[in-house]
């Protein structure tokens, strides 16, 4: 049974600073690996999407790589914002076609 | 209007209620999705229905009756529900080619859902 894990579960950054996020998977028979945002209160947004042929995605600040060997996936942003503050979440989707998600990353980059 | 929209964005019922939630989707998907999101859990996927016919019952309690009218609405038809079935539910949308869905989905805002 797949099961998607998140480190850390919440981090706090001062603006302007590069960060990573970190997700992993228990199971490397995946499809794909995909972030998204998640903001109070609301629904997600999808950010990057990673098939499992891929080795890395990138859009603007944002750059999520994927190693299914090791099982692991990261979530790169640069140059950090205050607007970025939300919920980061990992989904890996399995041999069934199911997304499973980790629990998220909590992140707040402060002015 | 765009996208994938949910309604209502917040509801109240007690455990004898009977309600509905209903989402919609403006983007000619052909995939839809319910997922409930509880306070620290991960999101967890509850119903999948591809081409109007469900294809996933991810073991939800039958107090959680979903309906698929058509390829762009999505029901969750809800009654005797717990305190604990107290979360966000979300909807979600994506396109299914053949056998496979492996594209990004779509999710709406979500509705807040509260048993007393």
């Known amino acids: 049974k797949q099961e998607v894990t998140q480190i850390p579960a919440a981090l706090s950054v001062p603006e302007g600073e590069n960060l990573v996020l970190n997700c992993s998977f228990t199971?490397?028979?995946?499809?794909?690996l995909q972030w998204f945002r998640q903001d109070p209160g609301k629904g997600l947004t999808s950010l990057l999407l990673i098939q499992s042929s891929q080795r890395e995605q990138t859009s603007g600040r944002l750059n999520a790589s994927l190693d299914k060997s090791s099982g692991r996936s990261t979530l790169y942003i640069a140059a950090s914002q205050p607007g970025d503050s939300a919920t980061y979440l990992c989904a890996a989707m399995d041999s069934s076609y199911k997304l499973i998600f980790g629990s998220g990353t909590r992140l707040l980059v402060r002015p | 209007e765009t996208g994938v929209t949910q309604t209502p964005r917040h509801l109240v019922m007690g455990m004898t209620n009977k309600k509905s939630l209903k989402c919609e989707q403006h983007l000619g998907h052909n995939a839809m999705y319910w997922y409930k999101q509880s306070a620290k859990k991960p999101l967890e996927l509850m119903f999948v229905?591809?081409?109007?016919?469900?294809?996933e019952n991810n073991s939800v309690p039958s107090r959680f009756s979903p309906e698929c009218p058509n390829s762009s609405h999505l029901f969750l038809h809800l009654h005797t529900l717990q305190p604990e079935d107290s979360a966000l539910y979300l909807c979600a949308s994506s396109i299914r080619r053949g056998t496979t869905s492996t594209d990004t989905q779509y999710f709406g805002p979500g509705t807040r859902l509260t048993v007393l």
């Open positions: 229905y591809n081409f109007k016919e469900q294809t």
């Open positions: 199971d490397s028979a995946i499809y794909n």
